[in-house]
């Protein structure tokens, strides 16, 4: 069973949209739940930058995909890049990640994208199978430097 709709979230999307951003928080930091944020998910649906797609069933958001849309200065071109995708755990392994990941490529291509780099946790202790089974390892890696390092470097 898949998703039975997939379109872009918008500002009155919020309050379905913070459990789940709480539940994914959870879910990759393991830590305590998070208390879900209605003005947090309210600013990210409406801050611009970020886009979101959600899945829903029977009119319930059980997913969402969060990604962007970038410049690509060795092509020239644009890229997407997929920043998170979560599915709850009761809708899981049912499709819906593949159809949001589908959903993002078929953005793509209208926006002409040369691909979607999809940004994964380096030890991701949650489900692997769905970007290893679509992607490949891309040529870049990822490095987290905290903005008071940079500041200290810059004085």
């Given at each position: 069973?898949?998703?039975?709709?997939?379109r872009?979230?918008v500002h009155d999307?919020?309050p379905?949209?913070?459990?789940?951003?709480?539940?994914?928080?959870q879910?990759?930091?393991?830590g305590a739940p998070?208390?879900?944020?209605?003005?947090y998910?309210?600013r990210?649906?409406t801050?611009?930058?970020?886009?979101?797609?959600?899945?829903f069933?029977s009119?319930?958001?059980?997913?969402?995909?969060l990604f962007?849309?970038l410049?690509d200065?060795i092509s020239g071109?644009?890229?997407g890049?997929l920043?998170?995708?979560?599915?709850?755990?009761s809708?899981?392994?049912?499709?819906?990640?593949?159809?949001?990941?589908?959903h993002v490529?078929?953005?793509g291509k209208?926006r002409?994208?040369?691909h979607v780099?999809?940004?994964v946790?380096?030890?991701?202790?949650?489900?692997?199978?769905?970007?290893e089974q679509?992607?490949?390892p891309g040529?870049?890696?990822?490095?987290n430097?905290?903005?008071?390092?940079?500041a200290?470097?810059?004085?």
């Amino acid at each position: 069973m898949s998703a039975e709709t997939i379109r872009t979230l918008v500002h009155d999307d919020a309050p379905a949209l913070a459990p789940l951003i709480a539940e994914n928080a959870q879910a990759l930091r393991r830590g305590a739940p998070r208390r879900p944020d209605e003005v947090y998910a309210e600013r990210l649906l409406t801050a611009g930058g970020a886009e979101f797609l959600g899945a829903f069933c029977s009119d319930e958001l059980v997913g969402f995909a969060l990604f962007y849309d970038l410049p690509d200065l060795i092509s020239g071109r644009r890229i997407g890049q997929l920043e998170d995708i979560y599915v709850m755990p009761s809708h899981q392994s049912q499709g819906i990640g593949r159809d949001l990941v589908a959903h993002v490529a078929g953005i793509g291509k209208i926006r002409d994208w040369s691909h979607v780099r999809w940004m994964v946790p380096a030890k991701n202790e949650v489900e692997t199978g769905l970007y290893e089974q679509m992607g490949e390892p891309g040529d870049k890696q990822s490095y987290n430097v905290s903005v008071e390092r940079l500041a200290e470097a810059n004085t």
